[in-house]
């Protein structure tokens, strides 16, 4: 079994910020790319940033400059840093991360259940 487990969403005033970690667990091998997604109200998911096991990053133009991904592959975990956060920033929040399992040679993809970002104006 593996588990993401996110965590560090909630409720900020526009142009405040967030941090968000999602943390990997179980019967881990290796864990390629990890990533950050979101999903605004009648709205598709789209990849707000993603970090590849070496710490090559990539975001949407949407977030670029404001948010920060990073990763911690000691502790199987991936942070999001959301600065400066706009009203559209608001969504659920996903974290996805390209796992093999231990003793398999199969990677599969792996989703967390998802944290709820919420920005006022």
């Known amino acids: 079994q593996v588990q993401l487990v996110e965590s560090g969403g909630g409720l900020v005033q526009a142009g405040g910020s967030l941090r968000l970690s999602c943390a990997a667990s179980?019967?881990?091998?290796?864990?390629?790319?990890m990533g950050w997604y979101r999903q605004a109200p009648g709205k598709q998911r789209e990849l707000a940033a993603v970090?590849?096991?070496?710490?090559?990053?990539n975001y949407a133009d949407s977030v670029r400059g404001r948010f920060t991904i990073s990763r911690d592959n000691a502790r199987n975990t991936v942070y999001l840093q959301m600065n400066s956060l706009k009203p559209e920033d608001t969504a659920v929040y996903y974290c996805?991360?390209?796992?093999?399992?231990?003793?398999?040679?199969?990677?599969?993809?792996?989703w967390g259940q998802g944290t709820q970002v919420t920005v006022s104006s």
């Open positions: 970090i590849t096991s070496d710490g090559n990053t």
């Open positions: 996805n991360a390209e796992i093999r399992r231990r003793g398999s040679a199969m990677t599969y993809n792996y």
């Open positions: 179980g019967s881990i091998g290796s864990i390629n790319a």
